[in-house]
């Protein structure tokens, strides 16, 4: 089955204590990208990648971190978290670029206190 | 300012009524695109529409893009419980850039 695959689906971390999460799509998608969703805000893009070693920022980068050494991979690292990093994460892939639409994963729940 | 309003924020119908909300900006875009988010899950994409009064239909659903290329709408017909969802428009700009989107509730 075609698909985008996060995990953990939900986090509870503490502030400061590094952590990673993954994303794995089978499609052999060339576009990645992370978004987090806040009530109110919507969907709002962190990083993306256009391809392997190719990754920039989106509109919110700021306390992310993210690489592509694989096609397939695509994780989101936060290297010293905080609560206001606290959020629903998406990650999503598309076959060439945005114009294609993307496919999202189902999400990860972020707590951090 | 929001480069896309969605309206309305929320809305709750009863089971078998029609309705249709709204993607605005006074921004011109090459396309747009509309998905539906259900509880507990990501976003799923609907449909791309790309030429000025473009219109799409998929079954009770009809996405119809304005003349200008600056707004869409979203009309369902007899809505049914399953419609339930966060419905969501977005443009391509350096990537896709989303509305806050439109909450959704049908009652049966």
Request: net charge neutral; hydrophobic share 30%.
């Amino acid at each position: 089955e075609a698909q985008v695959t996060q995990n953990p689906r939900y986090l509870i971390t503490v502030t400061g204590k590094k952590l990673t999460v993954t994303c794995s799509q089978n499609m052999n998608h060339e576009y990645m990208s992370w978004y987090r969703q806040d009530p109110g805000l919507g969907l709002r893009q962190i990083y993306y990648s256009m391809n392997v070693e190719v990754t920039d920022k989106g509109d919110v980068p700021e306390g992310y971190k993210v690489s592509r050494k694989e096609k397939r991979n695509f994780p989101l690292i936060l290297e010293s978290p905080s609560p206001n990093q606290t959020s629903l994460y998406f990650c999503a892939s598309s076959l060439s670029g945005p114009f294609h639409g993307y496919t999202f994963g189902s999400g990860t729940r972020l707590t951090v206190v | 300012t929001q480069l896309l309003e969605q309206s309305p924020q929320f809305l709750s119908i009863q089971e078998g009524e029609n309705l249709t909300v709204y993607c605005n900006s006074s921004s011109v875009f090459s396309s747009l695109q509309w998905y539906r988010q259900e509880p507990g899950e990501g976003p799923v994409l609907l449909v791309t529409v790309v030429t000025g009064g473009e219109v799409k239909k998929l079954k009770r659903l009809t996405f119809q893009f304005g003349d200008a290329r600056k707004d869409s709408s979203l009309h369902i017909t007899a809505a049914q419980p399953g419609d339930t969802g966060l419905y969501l428009c977005a443009v391509t700009l350096n990537n896709l850039f989303f509305g806050t989107g439109t909450r959704l509730t049908v009652i049966p």
